[in-house]
């Protein structure tokens, strides 16, 4: 069963708008989210993160928010740049899952353009 | 500093046939996961080695699936048998010592391996 999901491929916005990137998730023991970014050939890298012990955490241009009772977390990039361009998922774990193992979306690709 | 890398970048092989895969990780890194991520799906951990505790490996998905990881630095996953389901992009990332759950995972490029 798919504990996270991304339930948007694919995004397209305009250069300058505010994008919105969701992800649900049905385990109610996960506890810490995260957001990462992919280019094509290259590894994921870390964006931002949120403790279930928090609404929002922001960090720049980009802003996450959860809603637990939703079981629902959200990326806001604003405002949006061309060179965010990638394919975006977003992860949790829970307590149990010792060392930090991350359970992954499928990743929401998002094309920003000029 | 180096990332973390792997090797080869890209594998062909054919079907029945063994494949290993490399991961050098960060040096000081303790912890280190290998995942996959197979075409139009999402990244799906297989297994996971911290400092020297015997390693998670709820996630490999068949027996065909090992890994090693040699002096708590470079690790090796090797599929025997290959079947064409493995063909996937596998990753390796390593995570520093100072967290447990919540340390953010830095990843290497992956190996995009197809079986043909």
């Known amino acids: 069963d798919q504990q996270v999901k991304q339930n948007s491929p694919s995004l397209s916005v305009q250069e300058g708008r505010i994008s919105i990137l969701n992800c649900d998730y049905t385990?109610?023991?996960?506890?810490?989210f995260l957001w990462y970014k992919k280019y094509p050939a290259e590894g994921p890298t870390f964006l931002i993160s949120?403790?279930?012990?928090?609404d929002k955490n922001e960090d720049g241009r980009f802003t996450v928010f959860l809603n637990k009772s939703a079981k629902h977390l959200s990326l806001h990039i604003v405002p949006s740049q061309p060179g965010d361009s990638a394919v975006y998922f977003c992860?949790?774990?829970?307590?149990?899952?010792?060392?930090?193992?991350?359970?992954f979306g499928q990743g929401t690709e998002l094309s920003v353009k000029p | 500093g180096a990332g973390v890398s792997q090797s080869p970048s890209n594998k062909v092989t054919e079907k029945g046939k063994d494949v290993e895969l490399r991961c050098d990780p960060i040096?000081?890194?303790?912890?280190l996961y290998w995942y996959r991520q197979s075409l139009g799906q999402g990244l799906e951990f297989l297994i996971y080695f911290q400092g020297n505790s015997a390693p998670d490996k709820s996630g490999l998905p068949s027996d065909r699936f090992s890994a090693e990881r040699t002096g708590g630095s470079v690790s090796t996953l090797t599929i025997q048998r290959t079947q064409q389901e493995d063909s996937a992009v596998y990753l390796c990332?390593?995570?520093?010592?100072?967290?447990?759950?919540?340390?953010?995972?830095?990843f290497g490029p992956g190996t995009r391996l197809l079986v043909l």
């Open positions: 040096s000081g890194h303790t912890a």
């Open positions: 949120i403790s279930s012990i928090k």
């Open positions: 990332a390593s995570s520093p010592p100072t967290g447990v759950w919540g340390e953010t995972q830095y």
């Open positions: 385990n109610s023991m996960f506890d810490y």
């Open positions: 992860a949790s774990t829970h307590p149990y899952n010792q060392g930090g193992k991350l359970i």
